[in-house]
């Protein structure tokens, strides 16, 4: 299918204004090396391939419904059989790491401390700027934050909802984890949060290496067994287990925001809730538009809420150029789409903004620190400050 119409909501076409970095150009592209008519190892090839986002709003768009995400995924598949010679050897270094730290959570620990000290000793004045070990502690300063402790209310097999964690527990969510239990605790719900948790398997998938998301995937469904819904905070994560075509995790992944609507009524009312007037720009991220389709259950769950008021937003570019680890690895192009993107949730003026990506919060946050921009919350965070804690729960 090459007719175009998903040329327009393209970010990377749009910045580029090249066929190469188009949906149509890259569906060529994929298939002339699916047929080995292209070598896997040119470079203007893998640039046009890997510089992908993977927003999938060409998906959406699109008439014949070509799984552009799937066939993305498989490309890059064979770009990871197939590495540039000779591949450098810190190149298989950080992959190894990476997989292992997706793994198991005590070196995800001591990556997230190591972060925390470098920060605090400021080693990035060290490095030279634009270095890929200087842009990774510049643009995720404004986002590290301390491990949770968190502590599940029930068994698992006793719960409402179990709660996902995910991997980046130990650098960026730890508040997003401890706001979603203090909010779903408060409100009355028996909440599990089963050790032994590991990555989604987003970075596996989309980097071109499926048995390992998939070993990540079925580690999930052992710990995770059961019929209780699984709340995930971020929805990357909730994307990449909704689609998990084996056993059941998929179909019981879902929103915290998701879960309050479809769990709650009479608490969406004072006492329950602070009603402090607070503007609020809602910033959906691809996964949450594309994939999970559940932007309208966010903005009809913050309109229920007392004292909220959404602020307009247009203008605003298909994705903010996060994009998974493209705002480390393309910094021009995602450090431009994120500008234009933090410039229409500020256009009016709003106290707070929210978003429901990690990726995305951590990239805004780094855009709007030298700007002195609001402040970019999860809804579990957001939530979490407008509850009324002198209530009782019902």
């Given amino acids: 299918m090459h007719c175009g119409l998903c040329l327009p909501h393209c970010p990377t076409y749009a910045w580029h204004r090249v066929e190469g970095d188009s949906p149509r150009g890259r569906l060529t592209l994929m298939q002339g090396l699916a047929q080995g008519r292209l070598e896997p190892q040119s470079s203007r090839l893998r640039e046009h391939l890997e510089g992908c986002l993977g927003c999938r709003s060409c998906e959406v768009v699109c008439p014949a419904r070509v799984p552009f995400g799937a066939l993305m995924d498989r490309a890059r598949e064979i770009l990871e059989d197939h590495p540039p010679k000779p591949r450098p050897g810190s190149l298989r270094l950080r992959q190894s790491l990476q997989t292992a730290a997706l793994r198991h959570g005590p070196l995800r620990a001591l990556g997230g401390v190591t972060a925390r000290v470098a920060r605090k000793t400021g080693v990035q004045r060290w490095l030279r700027s634009g270095q890929p070990l200087w842009r990774i502690l510049d643009h995720t300063r404004a986002s590290l934050a301390p491990a949770p402790q968190l502590t599940g209310t029930v068994a698992p097999e006793h719960a409402d909802a179990l709660l996902f964690i995910g991997c980046m527990d130990r650098f960026f969510t730890g508040p997003d984890l401890e706001a979603a239990l203090a909010v779903l605790q408060q409100l009355g719900f028996r909440i599990a949060v089963p050790r032994g948790q ?4 987003a970075l596996g998938q989309h980097g071109g290496r499926p048995q390992a998301a998939r070993t990540l995937q079925q580690r999930n469904q052992e710990i995770l067994d059961g019929e209780a819904p699984v709340i995930t905070l971020d929805s990357g994560c909730e994307a990449t287990l909704s689609e998990i075509p084996e056993g059941d995790l998929g179909r019981r992944s879902v929103s915290l925001t998701r879960f309050l609507s479809e769990h709650l009524a009479a608490e969406f009312t004072p006492p329950s809730w602070l009603d402090t007037p607070v503007r609020v720009a ?62 229409a949730l500020t256009a009016d003026t709003p106290d707070v903004i929210v978003s429901a990506n990690v990726g995305c919060s951590v990239h805004l946050r780094a855009l709007a620190e030298d700007r002195g921009g609001p402040p970019v919350l999860s809804p579990a965070r957001f939530l979490a400050s407008r509850l009324n804690s002198s209530a009782s729960t019902t």
Avoid at 292 to 311: K, M, N, S, V
Wanted: glycine share 10%; hydrophobic share 40%; proline share 6%.
């Fill in 282 to 343: 809602l910033h959906f991220p691809c996964t949450l538009r594309n994939v999970t389709r559940e932007a309208r259950e966010l903005t009809a769950l913050l309109q229920r809420l007392p004292g909220i008021i959404l602020t307009d937003v247009s203008d605003a570019p298909n994705c903010c150029g996060a994009g998974g680890t493209a705002m480390l690895a393309l910094p021009e192009m995602s450090d431009g789409l994120g500008t234009a993107t933090l410039d």
């Fill in 198 to 201: 590991v990555c989604c398997g």
